[in-house]
């Protein structure tokens, strides 16, 4: 018989209280391991005792995917915080997993620095937005959190410590997990790419804690740029919308960042004045030196053409969620110049106004259903959008969605290549003790 | 031949045609090495499937007959990743060069294994779009080895490696199986990310058959600045600056000697009002190194970066300009010299150093331990039980202890 402070090896545990359920899973402890051999002591004593768990940042995003099928221990990662590392000539850090990326972000500023993710989920730790994959309006000049990655450090289902790519030392060597000898000191080129074997850290980003709990990641950094704007324009539709990010992408002003918001807002009256219909907006960042980006952003007011408008602060809506716990969240990732079709596909199955947020400018969009749509109909909508999206390629996910539409909708959709990645997860979590149930294909 | 591999040869003339088969002695020979020429091995037969099919066909009569495999493009690979087997079949993939697709609209390419890496740019750049990752042999090397060797370029400093822009793969797995990976034209796919996992992965999981990869949109403006210093720490120093000062060039790199280039126009100095450099003299042999500064964008922040860039050198003794159209090929003279450089080994840039390009023939990288290297063997034994592709790459044959520092 187990109790708390059977898990209490480097760091307090307690027993689980209501506040503490995942997907609406009771767990029965938390622990909150101090560092990583302790992380690793938490996992081997779960092993022992053949109790799954399920690891736990700010808990942003901890109702996302399937509830799993048990959770004994939620291991809370808080303590796994700090900067371990920075090296400002080599643009890396190593952050612990459980660091808020605000707080690497806020530390990197004072180096004239940046980590070029801004997931969504304002509290988001550096291992939940690993987990989930999760990037915001960045990624369409910088990429996932995948590519910005240059290493892991963590604890497998068993209890193994394990590490792959490059990492700081406490003195901000970067090297090579392996020789220590650590080749760049320049910072530049490709040197980055310094362990050996496979890229793990590629492979537990967007794996939702079904592989091995983060320890540590180690990331490349970008300058923070010296002048932003955004240029702002009122759009009122996806196709509208798509005109208008394909000219974009086929000039010359490379924008950070193109998202949208379209709110399905209630059509009102025309105005008085004639004035266009309060509506959506499409929103595009534009980063370089003080004389370039207004001087481009100029240009992309013509190419926008009317209703346009250059501004220093971002939209409100600009890298946030359009969604709350109560809504169906799905996130569409569709080729750039078919997400309208998606969109349209979406609207006809659905049968009522729903609200389209995110990154135009990359396919990749987030739409909020109402909970009250009732579930064949929900399923319906999912499997017309789904469709679209396979002729063209593309995919659409639940993200989430209260219960009891969570437990009978099909969240991640047909995924290709699913007897792989079940005999990945075979691999690593042979006993299936990580979030059991949560991920693709019952993983 | 082996009586297997004879068994092998005369399955696969059956099924793929004779000349996909080479089991001629003489002929076999001229694949015994990649680049990395030091180490050699006759293969013991050698495929060269033309289809997706034709690679699955060759994987599993490798199966059947617990033979091992080694894919390989053009053979252009410093780290030995395409050195074959005396006793396996070698899978050849340079007959797989057909560009399937140049998709604008959605900025991707799909493209076969054997097509060369520069085919795809050339491509694309009809278009006005490029594709990124620059290996010093983009001439000659396939994307299937880009793909197997994450390679990268000169570049890569900012664009970053092959698996940044591979967005899809169509894989033979070691068991036979045609698996489609990633998110193909779309950004993302739910499921563990298996086009970054096989990426790099030097053949070791499989063989790609189709690739999707991202292109990029060609800038307004690209200009390229060699600045003429007299000790390579001075030009460390200026690189180090530049990077300090937030700049993000498309290339950054450090010849200790004068690169062979042609003669060239005295650097405009950007920025009005302050006096020009000194006008260019010809080559200068005299320099202990030269930093080449290369900026891409849209112009106004080009010229912007330009002159960051001229200020941040202020102890070069020259600096020199090749921008826009009319420094393009003075550009690619300079690129090809640096190529030809290094290659020769007549220089020794100083970035070189970071390349890290991972010998797989000789040991295997060394990683810190036991409990890393079992780690990464999960992953080989998802794809590969049999450990038939590329058997010793990349990690050492189970059970081998992770020996001694890495050879390079």
Redo the contacts between chains.
């Keep these: 018989v187990v109790s708390a402070p059977d898990l209490a090896v480097g760091g307090p545990a307690r027993d689980a209280g209501p506040a503490d359920t995942v997907g609406g899973v009771q767990p029965r402890f938390v622990a909150a391991p101090r560092d990583a051999e302790s992380l690793a002591q938490v996992l081997a004593r779960c092993a022992e005792e053949g109790l799954s768990a399920v690891a736990r940042g700010d808990g942003t995003k901890l109702d996302w995917g399937h509830p799993p099928s048990t959770v004994d221990v939620v291991v809370d990662t808080g303590r796994l915080a700090g900067v371990l590392g920075h090296s400002a000539p080599d643009l890396v850090v190593t952050v612990g997993a459980g660091t808020p990326v605000r707080a690497v972000q806020a530390l990197l500023a004072r180096s004239g620095q940046r980590l070029a993710l801004d997931p969504p989920s304002v509290e988001a730790t550096v291992g939940g937005m690993l987990a989930t994959a999760e990037a915001g309006p960045l990624r369409h000049t910088f990429g996932a959190p995948r590519d910005l990655l240059l290493g892991v450090e963590f604890v497998r289902a068993d209890g193994t410590f394990a590490r792959a790519g490059a990492r700081l030392a406490a003195g901000g060597a970067l090297g090579a997990l392996g020789d220590g000898s650590g080749a760049v000191g320049t910072g530049r080129g490709d040197g980055y790419d310094l362990g050996g074997g496979y890229d793990l850290g590629r492979l537990l980003c967007g794996s939702y804690g079904t592989l091995g709990v983060l320890a540590s990641a180690t990331f490349r950094l970008h300058p923070a740029p010296v002048r932003r704007a955004w240029v702002v324009r009122a759009v009122h539709n996806p196709a509208e919308v798509a005109g208008l990010v394909s000219d974009l992408l086929d000039s010359v002003l490379a924008p950070t960042a193109i998202e949208v918001d379209l709110p399905s807002l209630p059509v009102l009256p025309r105005q008085r004045d004639g004035g266009p219909i309060p509506g959506g907006q499409l929103a595009v960042l534009f980063e370089g030196s003080v004389e370039g980006v207004p001087a481009r952003c100029q240009v992309a007011e013509v190419l926008l053409r009317g209703g346009v408008s250059t501004v220093d602060e971002a939209p409100v809506w600009w890298g946030r969620y359009p969604f709350s716990a109560a809504d169906v969240a799905l996130r569409l990732s569709a080729p750039v110049a078919g997400l309208a079709t998606a969109l349209y596909a979406l609207r006809d199955a659905a049968g009522v106004p729903f609200r389209v947020r995110g990154s135009a400018g990359v396919g990749v969009v987030h739409a909020v259903l109402p909970a009250t749509v009732p579930e064949e109909r929900l399923a319906a909508a999912l499997a017309a959008v789904r469709s679209a999206l396979a002729v063209r390629g593309g995919n659409c996910v639940v993200l989430c969605a209260p219960s009891p539409l969570r437990e009978a909708l099909d969240l991640w959709g047909p995924t290709p290549g699913v007897a792989l990645l079940r005999r990945i997860k075979e691999q690593f979590d042979p006993r299936r003790l990580l979030a059991p149930g949560r991920f693709v294909g019952g993983i | 031949l082996t009586p297997l591999l004879a068994s092998l040869a005369r399955r696969l003339r059956h099924s793929l045609g004779s000349a996909a088969v080479i089991a001629d002695e003489a002929e076999r020979r001229t694949y015994e090495s990649d680049a990395l020429t030091s180490h050699r091995r006759v293969p013991g037969l050698v495929v060269l499937p033309e289809s997706a099919e034709g690679v699955q066909e060759t994987v599993r009569a490798c199966l059947d007959l617990d033979v091992p495999f080694v894919a390989r493009g053009s053979g252009t690979g410093l780290a030995g990743g395409a050195l074959p087997l005396a006793e396996g079949v070698l899978i050849v993939t340079t007959r797989m060069n057909r560009i399937l697709e140049i ?1 604008i ?4 390419a799909v493209v076969e294994p054997g097509v060369i890496n520069l085919a795809i740019d050339r491509a694309a750049g009809e278009f ?1 779009h490029f594709y990124a990752p620059d290996p010093a042999s983009r001439q000659v090397c396939t994307i299937g080895g880009d793909v197997a060797e ?1 390679s ?3 570049h ?2 900012r664009y ?2 092959t ?2 822009y591979v967005t ?1 793969l169509e894989v033979c ?1 070691p068991d036979g ?1 045609l ?3 990633g ?12 086009t ?2 096989f ?3 030097a053949g070791t ?1 499989g063989i790609a058959t189709k690739i999707v990869v991202r292109l990029l ?4 403006s690209v200009a390229m600045l060699r600045a003429a210093f007299r000790t390579v720490a001075e030009a ?1 120093t200026a ?2 600056a530049i ?6 060039p498309t290339a ?1 790199e450090i010849m200790d000697a004068p690169l062979p280039v042609p003669a060239s126009r005295p650097a405009s100095d950007p920025t009005a009002g302050r006096a020009a450099r000194p006008p260019a003299g010809g080559d200068h042999p005299a320099a202990g190194a030269v930093l080449i500064v290369e900026l891409a ?2 112009a ?2 080009v010229r ?2 330009a002159a960051a860039v001229c200020d941040l050198c202020g102890a070069a003794f020259e600096i020199r300009e090749a921008s826009g159209a009319a420094g393009a090929a003075e550009r690619e003279a300079v690129w090809a010299g640096y190529r030809s450089a290094v290659a020769s080994g007549r220089n020794d840039p ?2 070189w ?4 390009v ?1 010998c797989w023939a000789g040991r ?5 331990g036991e ?6 063997r ?6 590969d039980p049999g450990e038939l592709a590329n058997p010793g790459k ?2 050492p044959a189970h059970g081998a202890a992770a020996e001694g ?2 050879p390079w």
């Design positions: 998709d609209a959605n900025q991707r006005g994450n990268g370029g000169v890569s400093i970053g490696r698996a940044a899809g797995t199986e698996v489609r990976l998110a193909g034209k779309a950004a993302e796919a739910p499921g563990y990310d298996l970054g996992v990426t790099g992965s999981l949109r060609t800038p307004e460390g690189a180090s990077i300090a000062a937030g700049l993000s950054l964008g849209p106004v922040e912007a970066e100083y970035r150093t970071a390349v890290g991972p295997p990288p060394c990683l810190t409990a890393d290297l079992e780690t990464m999960l992953v080989r034994r998802a794809f990349v990690l520092a890495r």
